[in-house]
T-cell receptor
Framework: AQTVTQSQPEMSVQEAETVTLSCTYD???????LFWYKQPPSRQMILVIR??????QNATENRFSVNFQKAAKSFSLKISDSQLGDTAMYFC?????????????????FGKGTLLTVNP | DAGITQSPRYKITETGRQVTLMCHQT?????MFWYRQDLGHGLRLIYY???????DKGEVPDGYVVSRSKTENFPLTLESATRSQTSVYFC????????????FGEGSWLTVV
């Protein structure tokens, strides 16, 4: 079974600084997808960034970037120039293709989350 | 663009009652998912569906039933609600077979008393 581990239950950072959230995962698959989701106090899940395992280049979305280390099964999220609106719970997630009698399907597994607080 | 909507958003029910949480998406996405979110557990997959009439169990399916008679709807039923099913439930849909984009609903807060 795939597992996703976020070892930092809580983190804090000063506004305008950079913070890195850790995520490791365990899988025997070679082809999969990785995601970081943000969940603000409104509880809505918002996709921050995604990475295809077959791509060596790290994904980047504005102030958000990842450090994808496939051999180490590590997928950390770096937030640059932190803003107050970045305060949220952040979830790392792993998706792989499942093959069963019904055909192909996709299963998305989440870590337990890291609560990030950006301080003014 | 309505996207993916869940109803009810908030529900209080009694132990033993049947409860159905609705999920509707307007994109005709093939893949749909139900998760529950609990403190200390993150999000856990209850059931998922690859297409109409195709469903499969996730990590924590016990006590839940799903159906997918139409592509756009994926209701989740608690056959006999228990207090341990008090949670926030999220429905999600996937844009294509690559699974590289998942859209979540706003969540349904369920309290079982």
């Amino acid at each position: 079974a795939q597992t996703v581990t976020q070892s930092q239950p809580e983190m804090s950072v000063q506004e305008a600084e950079t913070v890195t959230l850790s995520c490791t995962y365990d899988t025997s698959e070679s082809n999969y997808y990785l995601f970081w989701y943000k969940q603000p106090p409104s509880r809505q899940m918002i996709l921050v960034i995604r990475q295809e395992a077959y791509k060596q280049q790290n994904a980047t979305e504005n102030r958000f970037s990842v450090n994808f280390q496939k051999a180490a099964k590590s997928f950390s999220l770096k937030i640059s120039d932190s803003q107050l609106g970045d305060t949220a719970m952040y979830f790392c997630a792993f998706m792989k293709q499942i093959r069963n009698s019904g055909g192909s399907n996709y299963k998305l597994t989440f870590g337990k989350g890291t609560l990030l607080t950006v301080n003014p | 663009d309505a996207g993916i909507t869940q109803s009810p958003r908030y529900k209080i029910t009694e132990t033993g009652r049947q409860v159905t949480l609705m999920c509707h998406q307007t994109w005709s996405h093939s893949y749909m998912f139900w998760y529950r979110q609990d403190l200390g557990h993150g999000l856990r997959l209850i059931y998922y569906s690859a297409a109409a009439d195709i469903t499969d169990k996730g990590e924590v399916p016990d006590g839940y039933v799903v159906s997918r008679s139409k592509t756009e709807n994926f209701p989740l039923t608690l056959e006999s609600a228990t207090r341990s099913q008090t949670s926030v439930y999220f429905c999600a849909s996937s844009v294509d077979r690559s699974g590289n984009t998942i859209y979540f609903g706003e969540g349904s807060w369920l309290t079982v008393v």
